[in-house]
């Protein structure tokens, strides 16, 4: 049998203060020349993708990296190679970026870039650089229409722009009711707003996308268009939204949580084991958080929280 040789890479998503990163031209001569990509390369024997990731910016960019944080990984086949790439956030460095290699360098805004193309591998990467540290889920159920919906136009003012609409109990027509009011509102704040299930509903009611619920993560054949992003519990579901392609995955129960009594918990450590294992996607803590929980999600290698109540209070 033929194994398939794998070069393992690791590559820097430099990001400033106003949350602008850094993207490079790939040099003349490599493959892929003039294509861009995030500054990093090659580990060599014996190192690990942080070591490689201080000695390639050090080389490309004589840079020294300060603060790197692991963040997606990603595999992908290239005619010349079948990479795995290791991306790490690194928030901090010391001295300025420069063209070791002859490259370009372009400061670049997630969902708006300005230079192009960009190496096929990295589609996912900037998906992921597109979403918040707080995704919220909508709570009709328990403060009614009108009260959620006066909340949602609150805090769409006070900057929220990603939300799924989570409504179980209500039946197809009620809940795209309901998803027209809060589109309405969504659209005109320039927000994202998901359907939860129902993937039926994306076209009519021009969402922005798909939140699956576990059981239909594990049913489905392919990803909806627009955003999708699921609910896991588990390395298989994890690894069943990776194959998917999804943009993200909400994990949990994180901590014990008043919407599922009674489930399996992680805690943070559990959380932290799952996600360190490697995925192209961010993953969210879900379960009893608040965004007081935002330091520990992110010290346990998460994108962010999910709230449920505390999105809406
Ligand atoms: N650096 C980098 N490489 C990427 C990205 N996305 C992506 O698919 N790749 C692929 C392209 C290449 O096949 C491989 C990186 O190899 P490289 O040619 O940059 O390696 P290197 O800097 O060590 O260069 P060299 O010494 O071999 O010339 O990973 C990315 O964002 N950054
Ligand atoms: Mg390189």
């Known amino acids: 049998m033929s194994t ?15 949350g602008r990163f850094l993207l490079g031209s790939r040099p003349a001569g490599k493959p892929y020349a003039g294509w861009w990509e995030f500054p990093g390369g090659k580990l060599e024997a014996g190192e690990t993708p942080l ?16 603060a790197a944080q692991p963040w997606l990984v990603q595999e992908f086949t290239y005619p010349h190679a079948t990479v795995r790439l290791y991306f790490f956030k690194v928030t901090d460095w010391q001295g300025e970026p420069h063209p070791h290699e002859g490259q370009q360098f372009a400061w670049q805004t997630a969902g708006a870039l300005s230079v192009e193309p960009v190496l096929p591998a990295n589609t996912p990467i900037l998906r992921g650089l597109q979403l918040p540290a707080t995704l919220a889920f909508s709570n009709v159920a328990e403060m009614g229409e009108a009260a959620w919906l006066e909340s949602l136009a609150t ?54 996308g798909v939140h699956l619920p576990a059981r239909e993560l ?34 949990g129960s994180v901590k014990p949580s008043l ?19 490697g995925w192209p996607f961010p993953v969210y803590g879900v379960g009893g958080l608040t965004s007081a929980d935002l330091d520990d999600a992110r010290l346990a290698g998460a994108q962010g929280v999910v709230m449920l109540r505390a999105a809406w209070q």
């Open 4 to 18: 398939i040789k794998i070069t393992h890479v690791a590559a820097g998503i430099l990001i400033q203060p106003d």
């Open 51 to 66: 070591q490689a990731l201080c000695r390639e910016l050090q080389e490309e960019l004589g840079i020294e990296v300060r």
């Open 155 to 208: 805090q769409l003012r006070e900057g929220m722009r990603w939300l799924v609409l989570r409504e179980p109990q209500l039946d197809e027509r009620d809940y795209a009711a309901l998803a027209g009011k809060a589109l309405a509102l969504v659209r005109a704040s320039g927000g994202n707003l998901l359907l939860h299930g129902r993937p039926e509903l994306l076209r009519e009611l021009e969402a922005d």
């Open 218 to 251: 594990l049913k489905a054949e392919a990803r909806p268009e627009g955003w999708c992003g699921a609910s896991v519990h588990n390395a298989a579901e994890l690894a069943q939204a990776a194959r998917l392609g999804l943009d993200y995955a909400v994990l």
């Open 259 to 277: 919407s599922h009594p009674g489930g399996p918990v992680l805690g943070w450590a559990g959380f932290q084991a799952l996600v360190e294992q």
